[in-house]
Structure formats: structure tokens, C-alpha cells
């Protein structure tokens, strides 16, 4: 029996995703500890000013993350020798080197058009350290390898330590920018132990790129970032409408309230993660086994996850009360639609992620995603405009079901094909 556990525990996949579930546990946990206390001490205006900051810098997030977590991911996996790793890693830090200044140029041209008021303006800023955090982010290189025990450990180290700050800094609704501060800086702390441990573990080295080098690495990424940044749009529209159609109390409460169904991401974040290289072997071999081996997990997953989502469903407004408070449990409804979505967005996981990019049809995966945002901006100014935070709630459920469709199609096409 010691020698069955033993082999168990020795298996990578089992290690990643023992790893990558102690991670997303202390994820889940650690907001449930924060947000009730953060969301009554800001209140709904001042967790609006943050929430709307936060959902503008995530874009910029996205632009300088540019899908390397993805096709990085993949040559790494499919390549483990040190003189490209160390070439890769290099490529890729400088390539986000330049994403990080476009985006710092952008936004003092945005903020000079936007003109918002002074605390939004400084909490935009000071959660600008997000992107600076993404730019150095190696998690990418820990996944390729299968060695993803460094991702959780860094991450629990630097998010125990900044919430162990907030509860002693931010007492009151005056220090919102102390909160943006510490929230922002958790990554920076985790992504700097990660760069310490990358050169220590596997000896890391930059080395010297040419511009065809970090051209060619941009391409394969292309395909990849305008799915994840339309996928961005998908999750964050919303708020973004809100921002500029309601008032900072309705992004506050609406943006409470999704943190309920992306605390359920996070449990299925590990699970995308671990399944990527593994599927993206056995798609190498051949596309209908893969294939194969995709729906087969699929059915039991997502109805491990339809339980929860039903439950929550029920419960609404109670457990939006004791999350955050009176004042947003007023809008608790809001919740059915939302997790509605996350089902959803859990089957276009595996229909594109797992399905169309383990197999390396990022074209298809992309062009299913820039149809459906057309969709997905046109769904949310309607619904926005007309009903508010409500309407808000339901355009992401309407948007991922048209997803949904579309990837389906997409690959019985491919499928066809080959």
C-alpha cells in the first residue's frame, strides 16, 4: 500500500493537480476571509471605484500576458532542452518589456480622455502594478515543465502576506488606495519569488534575442491572445458598461456578486491547467483520440460542478447577505444568471482550450471568439442600457451560450478536415 501511494504521489499529473488544488483551496479561501470584510468596510461606492479600476487594468493585463501562457506553455512541453528554454524564457520577458510601455502609454492617453475623478484616477495607477506583475509572470514556464508545486508555493506565500496587511492597513473607507496597493502588489511578490526560484531550479538564463526571434514568438501567440483578450470581454464587459452607464454603487454590488461564480473558476482553473499538456500530447498522436479523451472527462466534470451552481442557485440571498452584506443582497438575483454562465463557460473549456488549442487550431478557436464578441458588446450595451445591473448579469449567460454553439461547430469542422 506505502509503495501504491508512493507511485500515486510520484505520477506528475496527480502531484500538478494535488498542487494546483492546494493553490485554487487557499484562492477560494483566502477572498472568503477578505471580501466580506473589505466589501462592508469600503462600501458599495468605494468597492465600485476599485472594482471599476481593476476591470479597466485588466485588459492591459491581458495585452501584456498576449497568450504566452498558452503557446509558450505548449513549446515547453513539447521541448525541454535548456538552450531553448533559456531562449524562450528571454524572448518572452522582452516581449512583454514592450507590451508593459505600450500600455503605460495608453493609459495616460485614456485617463486624458476619461477624465474620471481623483481616487479613481490613483487607484488606476496604483493597480497598474498588476500589469508590471504580469510582465515578469514565469508560470508559464513551471507548467511546460509539469513542475507547478513553484506556482502554488509563491502564490500562497506573497497572498498570506498582503492579507495579513490589509487586515492591519485598511480600516476604514478612506483607505481605498492602501487596499488597491497591497492587492496589487501580491503578484509582484509571487512572480519576484518565482524569477529567484526559475534561476535557482533550472538555472534560467537571459540570453540575447533578435527582433525575428520575439516577431515569430508574437505570432504564435497571436491566435491565442485575441481569444483570451475577447475572452477578457466576455468576463469583464459588464463592469466595463456599468462604469460608464450607472453609478459606482451598481459596479460595486455587481461586481461583489460575481465574485461568487469566479470563486467556482477557480476550482476549475487547476483542472484546465493540468488537462492542457497532457491533452496536447495525446492530440499530437491523433485528433479523434484526443478528442475522445476530452468528452470522456467532460460529462463527469461538469456534473461535479452543476451541484454546487444548483445549490448556490437556491441559496442566493442568503449566502449573498453573509458574503457582503445588506446592502448587496438586495440584488442577489443577480447571482442565478451569473452561474448560469460559469456553467457554460466550463463546457467551452473543453470544446476550445482543451479540443481546438491542445491540438494547435488556434485559428479556429479564435475565429469562434471574435464572432461571439461582436455578440457579447452588443448584448451588453443592450441589456446594460435598458436594465442595469440586471441586464448585466444576463449578457454573459447569452454570450457563452452563442460561444458555445459556435466552438461545437468549429470542431466537427476540424474533425471533418482531418
Given at each position: ?157 506573497s497572498r498570506t502576506l498582503t492579507m495579513i496587511l490589509i487586515f492591519a492597513f485598511v480600516k476604514d473607507v478612506d483607505d481605498l488606495l492602501i487596499y488597491c496597493f497591497l492587492y496589487a502588489v501580491s503578484p509582484l511578490i509571487s512572480n519576484l519569488l518565482g524569477l529567484i526560484i526559475a ?220
Amino acid at each position: 500500500m506505502k509503495n501504491k501511494i508512493k507511485n500515486i504521489l510520484s505520477n506528475k499529473i496527480i502531484n500538478n493537480g494535488i498542487w494546483m488544488y492546494l493553490l485554487q483551496l487557499f484562492n477560494t479561501v483566502i477572498p472568503l476571509i477578505t471580501l466580506p470584510y473589505v466589501t462592508r468596510i469600503l462600501g458599495t461606492s468605494k468597492y465600485g471605484v476599485f472594482s471599476a479600476s481593476f476591470n479597466l487594468v485588466g485588459y492591459l493585463q491581458v495585452v501584456v500576458e498576449y497568450g504566452f501562457a498558452m503557446s509558450a506553455t505548449r513549446e515547453v512541453a513539447l521541448e525541454h532542452k535548456k538552450d531553448k528554454v533559456d531562449k524562450l524564457f528571454s524572448t518572452i520577458l522582452y516581449c512583454r518589456g514592450l507590451l508593459l510601455l505600450a500600455c503605460v502609454a495608453f493609459s495616460f492617453i485614456y485617463l486624458t480622455v476619461w477624465h474620471p475623478t481623483r481616487i479613481q484616477f490613483l487607484s488606476y495607477w496604483m493597480l497598474m502594478i498588476l500589469v508590471l506583475a504580469t510582465t515578469i509572470q514565469e508560470n508559464w514556464l513551471f507548467q511546460g515543465l509539469e513542475d507547478m508545486k513553484y506556482i502554488a508555493i509563491t502564490n500562497i506565500v506573497s497572498r498570506t502576506l498582503t492579507m495579513i496587511l490589509i487586515f492591519a492597513f485598511v480600516k476604514d473607507v478612506d483607505d481605498l488606495l492602501i487596499y488597491c496597493f497591497l492587492y496589487a502588489v501580491s503578484p509582484l511578490i509571487s512572480n519576484l519569488l518565482g524569477l529567484i526560484i526559475a534561476k535557482i531550479k533550472y538555472n534560467i538564463e537571459f540570453v540575447s534575442v533578435s527582433l525575428k526571434d520575439m516577431i515569430m514568438e508574437f505570432k504564435f501567440g497571436w491566435y491565442i491572445f485575441t481569444t483570451q483578450f475577447t475572452s477578457k470581454v466576455f468576463g469583464a464587459i459588464g463592469v466595463t458598461f456599468l462604469t460608464f452607464l450607472d453609478t459606482s454603487s451598481t459596479v460595486g454590488i455587481f461586481s461583489a456578486i460575481q465574485k461568487i461564480p469566479n470563486a467556482l473558476i477557480l476550482m476549475w482553473s487547476p483542472i484546465s491547467t493540468i488537462l492542457y499538456p497532457e491533452v496536447s500530447k495525446k492530440m499530437k498522436v491523433s485528433f479523434s483520440e484526443g478528442k475522445k479523451y476530452v468528452l470522456h472527462i467532460r460529462k463527469y466534470l461538469l456534473l461535479l460542478f452543476l451541484i454546487p451552481i444548483i445549490i448556490l442557485s437556491f441559496f442566493a440571498s442568503p449566502v449573498v447577505k453573509i458574503a457582503f452584506g445588506d446592502h448587496y443582497a438586495l440584488h442577489a438575483f443577480w447571482l442565478v444568471p451569473l452561474l448560469m454562465w460559469l456553467f457554460v463557460s466550463i463546457d467551452n473549456n473543453f470544446w476550445g482550450i482543451q479540443i481546438l488549442l491542445g491540438s494547435g487550431h488556434d485559428k479556429e478557436y479564435s475565429t469562434c471568439f471574435l464572432i461571439s464578441v461582436v455578440a457579447t458588446i452588443l448584448f451588453n450595451w443592450f441589456f446594460i442600457k435598458f436594465w442595469g445591473g440586471t441586464g448585466a448579469a444576463w449578457a454573459p449567460f447569452a454570450s457563452e451560450l452563442l460561444l458555445d454553439v459556435l466552438l461545437i461547430f468549429a470542431v466537427k469542422n476540424v474533425e471533418k478536415k482531418i
